[in-house]
């Protein structure tokens, strides 16, 4: 029997996903339908029992994890920066234009390779993969899910870790992806919103 370990959240839509911008260190606002995406998340959320709430402190993560525990009063939150999406620096901002998803993906492709004003994929991997595994941990421990409500970067990276496919739990804003166990295997996939596999880099979808 499957046992859901940690359902991981992306935060709902804001204005710079709409417009196509690298996020990174941005710090928007939810916008009117991303608002919606974390009532959305809420409704969905409301019978499940979970053991706690971990959320990047960013503006449109922290709106989305508070819309969800508006419904489970008694469950400890966190917010931490640790949960941050990765720091692409100089592209946070910018458009995705064809030249910026080159750029970005010469960072990919060398992930030690620090970005101007920003930090190195395996820098991002190191910092993430200690919080799911230690999300993973409390929820053993506790025999309830952990809810992360992140971004589009850290989902990524939650299907890179269990199976070495970034793309492997890829949702839309607003859509959640589980870590499960089904008894032998630890496996990563979307549940809610899946986003449909990129026909393009890797750098398309860096949140």
Known sequence: MNQTLLYVARHGQTSANAKGLFRGNLNPDLDAKGRADAEAL?????????AGIFYSDKKRS????????RCHPNIPCYATESLWPWNVGMFSGQP????????LEHYIQNPGLPIPNGESLNDFKARIRPCLMEG?????????????????????EAGSMIHGDHNAALVEPGGIAHIYTDGVC??????????????????????
């Open 42 to 50: 809420a409704d969905y959320f409301k019978d499940i029992c979970l």
């Open 62 to 69: 922290t709106e989305t994890a508070e819309a969800i525990a």
């Open 96 to 103: 995705k234009s064809p030249e910026n998803l080159q750029k």
């Open 136 to 156: 993973m941990e409390l929820a053993n421990k506790n025999g309830a899910p952990v809810l992360f409500v992140v971004h589009s970067s850290v989902v990524h």
């Open 186 to 207: 630890l496996k990563a996939e979307p549940l809610f919103k899946t986003a449909p596999q990129p026909s393009g880099s890797r750098a398309d979808t860096v949140s």
